[in-house]
């Protein structure tokens, strides 16, 4: 009886010690635990860890998204410089803005693991593209700027670099006229951000659902200042995608989403710079699927743009790219 009493004792033991030894092993102490970097206020929180912090980063969750850091660059628009554009199809996200000459230049944001060979052509900098960039993008890269806007940089929270401050000379391809032959290979992105990109921002920034009834919408048209700018959306229902046209540029782009956005313009300034205030709130179109939905943005000074319906839900996004525009009106807009 004693000697089962204490080989019963004795298994317990160790038994305890061996529970010990392996919590020990597996745990870490709380002052040896890497910080969790802070969420930016832009978008939502990830899991603060375990699994589901894994299945969010890597996309295999499908209550969450994943995380990445994604590379803003602008990008010219010029009638001239459309035809060498590149890099745009592969964007996961571009923001169209209105400068000089009532003409549109882009904010192409991309994933830094996932670049295309070659971006751009690069162009420069305007203060209200830091709208989109500030609260969305890991690194900026662009060639020069506004004056206003290079001033707004000194206090970005975005890592940036301005190509023209560099050696620019493995930058330009010859066999595109200048000024519109600036272009970035993904090794001269990789090499430029380097390791400043370190903010990971939860992508998509806006809600992904399922299309919503509302009414069709399989061509559109933005009526810009003159022809050679417009553009003509087309849907594939193939492709599940717009096709963008603009001026005699065939195919622009694809994205499963067009967002039109009315902001007013506040002035025109010195050289043409226009004052565009991208806070507050006014209306906005959704396509996607073809089908239209109406709603409306909501921004602060330092946050982000939030999209709702008349309800105040959010809207709901198709999967894939999305091209913003930003247009003084929505009179602007037609659709068929």
Do not use: C
Request: proline share 10%; glycine share 8%; no cysteine.
């Amino acid at each position: 009886m004693f000697r089962r009493s204490f080989v019963l004792g004795a298994a317990l033991v160790a038994l305890s010690v061996s529970i010990l030894f392996f919590v020990r092993l597996f745990s870490v102490p709380p002052s040896h635990r890497p910080p969790i970097p802070p969420v930016p206020s832009s978008v939502e929180a990830l899991p603060s860890g375990g699994i589901s912090d894994f299945l969010s980063r890597f996309g295999l969750a499908p209550w969450s998204k994943p995380s990445i850091f994604p590379v803003a660059v602008i990008i010219e628009n010029h009638e001239d410089a459309r035809p060498h554009q590149r890099g745009l199809s592969d964007a996961l996200f571009v923001g169209e803005f209105l400068v000089e000459g009532y003409i549109s230049r882009f904010v192409a944001f991309f994933d830094r693991e996932h670049l295309p060979e070659q971006t751009g052509p690069v162009r420069s900098l305007r203060p209200y593209f830091l709208s989109v960039i500030e609260p969305w993008a890991s690194a900026l890269l662009f060639a020069g700027g506004s004056p206003e806007a290079l001033q707004n940089l000194e206090e970005s929270p975005v890592p940036w670099v301005n190509v023209l401050g560099v050696d620019d000379a493995p930058l330009r391809d010859r066999s595109v006229p200048a000024p519109h032959n600036m272009f970035l290979r993904s090794e001269h992105v990789r090499a430029l951000v380097g390791h400043a990109a370190r903010r990971r921002i939860v992508w998509p920034p806006y809600r992904i659902g399922p299309s919503p009834a509302g009414s069709g919408a399989y061509v559109i048209h933005l009526q810009f200042f003159s022809p050679l700018h417009d553009v003509m959306y087309t849907y594939d229902t193939i492709q599940e995608a717009y096709i963008r046209r603009s001026g005699s540029v065939s195919e622009q782009g694809k994205p499963a989403n067009v967002l039109i956005l009315e902001v007013p313009i506040v002035s025109e300034g010195e050289y043409g710079r226009l004052a565009i205030n991208p806070d507050g709130r006014s209306r906005v179109l959704l396509f996607r699927s073809g089908v239209l939905q109406h709603g409306f943005w909501e921004r602060s000074s330092d946050g982000p743009f939030r999209f709702f319906i008349a309800d105040g839900s959010p809207l709901l996004f198709a999967p894939g790219q999305t091209w913003m525009t930003v247009l003084p009106s929505l009179e602007r807009v037609r659709w068929e």
